[in-house]
């Protein structure tokens, strides 16, 4: 229609006239025109430059290298180095996936596989004496080197119930913070005082040991170690270790290892009282415990 001629003017009407009589836009009109007279395009292609070597020659040239060294389980690095050396300069990355592809690869370590590393369910009770946990960290005293500090967790109020600082960490010194939770909590130390209370803790030495597995069974205490190498498991003694680290080891020195487990039990006292914990309400682990006995006397 554009190309018509108008009968009185005997001109072309034109495009714009066109569009204008219709009531459409211009410039879809004249964008579907202009594809039409564009190149078909190419099939899309690898962007960058292009090499002289084909995926095939590449290849070829590999299997070349491989046949020729004398050793066995060659990796892609070496493969490329020794290209390099012939005068064949593939990129790394194209000498890795061009025997990636092909089944070129050196055989290497099958994954091992752990197993679980979270437990099921939660590991936060809904009444205190139900679960504990435990775990040590250390810290460096200035008279006396490196010493361990065992702690003892609630895991409903995350209350510490017990700390102890040694020269030597071992099993007899990783006891000393149950015996001070069950005294202070449970009132007694005697045959099954602690029956129902599940006590959580890693693979380390000290808590494999028969002495400490021994006496816990004593005390009535259900041993529940977390899976190995996840200290997930764990979860609730490593976010205490956390905050005795940024609250009291590492901004506070203490001269001798009995410096240090005297300051300890006050620094616990403080945790239980003053520190706010986000998971109840912003309160305290000792207020959470005295709230939910108040409960418990109510009910």
């Not at 202070?184 to 494999?208: F, K, N």
Request: hydrophobic share 35%; glycine share 10%; net charge positive.
């Amino acid at each position: 229609m554009s190309c018509a001629c108008s009968p009185s003017a005997g001109r072309p009407y034109g495009g714009g006239l066109v569009c204008e009589a219709g009531g459409i836009a211009r410039s879809p009109v004249y964008a579907t025109a202009a594809r039409g007279r564009q190149a078909p395009t190419l099939p899309p292609a690898k962007r960058g430059p292009k090499t002289g070597l084909t995926d095939e020659q590449i290849v070829a040239h590999i299997r070349r290298v491989l046949g020729a060294s004398p050793f066995t389980g060659e990796g892609h690095r070496k493969v490329w180095a020794r290209l390099r050396y012939q005068g064949i300069r593939p990129s790394k990355a194209r000498v890795l996936r061009s025997m990636r592809e092909h089944g070129l690869l050196a055989p290497s370590r099958a994954t091992r596989v752990l197993g679980p590393r979270h437990p099921e369910g939660t590991l936060l009770p809904e009444a205190p004496n139900v679960m504990w946990g435990t775990d040590a960290t250390t810290t460096c005293t200035p008279a006396e080197g490196q010493v361990t500090v065992f702690i003892a967790v609630e895991h409903f109020t995350a209350e510490g119930v017990g700390i102890h600082a040694a020269k030597v960490g071992n099993r007899f010194e990783a006891l000393e913070p149950i015996r001070q939770g069950i005294r202070r909590h449970l009132g007694t130390y005697a045959t099954g005082a602690a029956s129902g209370l599940a006590l959580r803790h890693d693979h380390g030495s000290q808590y494999r040991s028969h002495a400490f597995q021994a006496e816990i069974k004593f005390l009535g205490i259900e041993s529940s170690p977390a899976f190995v190498r996840a200290p997930e498991g764990n979860g609730c003694a490593e976010r205490f270790i956390r905050t005795l680290k940024a609250q009291r080891l590492w901004v506070h020195t203490f001269r001798t290892v009995e410096e240090l487990r005297l300051a300890l039990p006050a620094g616990l006292t403080t945790y239980n009282e003053q520190w706010l914990i986000a998971r109840h309400g912003h309160r305290s682990p000792a207020q959470v415990r005295r709230d939910y006995v108040d409960a418990r006397r109510a009910a």
